[in-house]
């Protein structure tokens, strides 16, 4: 009865874990400012010129999403890290995770210390948060 009961316990450990990442508002449109229904002036060269994961789509409500946030994730946390730190370093917060990233959407704009580039950096990770979201809402 016992390894049942640690068997239920794990495929919904397991189920729970995989439905966190689910892309809910996946993207259906090229994402062009000023165009049918696009929501915002997203300069989607420009985050494609950082590096092609950052790829951006409209989901149907014309929202702004990463075709591929996962990767886009990833990206940020290659390219973007200095600022990842300098962020949670200022207003101490906990590690960012796919998951836990409200506070660094929040407080990138609002840093205060650092170099020049990490604080672009951080500025960037807010801006790229209110892409991010958008998939998953």
């Known amino acids: 009865m016992k390894k049942i009961l640690k068997i239920l316990v794990l495929i919904l450990i397991l189920t729970a874990c995989s439905s ?3 892309v809910k508002n996946p993207a259906t449109q090229e ?3 000023g165009t049918g229904n696009i929501k915002g002036d997203v300069d989607v060269e420009s985050f494609l010129k ?6 951006i789509g409209a989901d149907k409500e014309g929202n702004p999403v990463f075709k591929d946030p996962h990767k886009a994730y990833q990206a940020l946390t290659d390219k973007y890290s200095d600022g990842i730190k300098l962020i949670q ?6 590690d960012l995770s796919e998951n836990s990233y409200q506070d660094y959407k929040t407080y990138g704009w609002q840093v205060e210390t650092g170099t020049e580039e990490e604080k672009s950096q951080a500025k960037f990770i807010s801006g790229f948060f209110d892409i991010y ?3 998953f809402e």
């Open 20 to 22: 966190q990442g689910k």
């Open 133 to 135: 979201e958008n998939s």
């Open 50 to 55: 950082i590096d092609q994961r950052f790829e």
């Open 89 to 94: 370093k200022e207003f101490d917060i906990e």
């Open 31 to 33: 994402c062009k400012a």
